[in-house]
């Protein structure tokens, strides 16, 4: 996940279109932890591991941060507004069901 460049032109063809209320579905496979840190303002994100592990890093608006191993047949919700990024061993493929309107990112 080096490069987001494809969310970045995903949000331009559709964000008028899709709004507030526009939902980008996802799956990706993973072989290494994220080099970036994301965060949905708009909206929840939903992320359903289907094979492997991923552990999520969570940031909250108050400075917490939690971690949370998702193993296939697991979620986890991320909330508006709180940046999450992600550590993978091995390989990992998740479902992701992401509020994509003003997604940010920024390096890890």
């Given at each position: 996940?080096?490069?987001?460049?494809?969310?970045?032109?995903?949000?331009e063809?559709?964000?008028?279109e899709d709004g507030r209320e526009g939902r980008l579905v996802s799956?990706?496979?993973f072989t290494?932890?994220?080099?970036?840190?994301?965060?949905?303002?708009?909206?929840?994100?939903?992320?359903?591991c289907t094979a492997g592990r991923l552990t999520l890093i969570q940031?909250?608006?108050d400075g917490r941060t939690d971690?949370?191993?998702?193993?296939a047949g697991e979620y986890a919700i991320n909330?508006?507004?709180?940046w999450h990024t992600a550590d993978v061993e091995g390989s990992a493929t998740a479902l992701f069901i992401t509020a994509g309107l003003g997604t940010e990112h920024r390096p890890r």
């Open positions: 996940m080096t490069d987001m460049s494809w969310y970045d032109a995903y949000g063809r559709y964000d008028a799956l990706y496979t290494e932890p994220w080099t970036s840190w994301e965060m949905h303002p708009q909206g929840h994100e939903v992320v359903l940031e909250w608006p971690t949370v191993t998702l193993e909330a508006p507004g709180v």
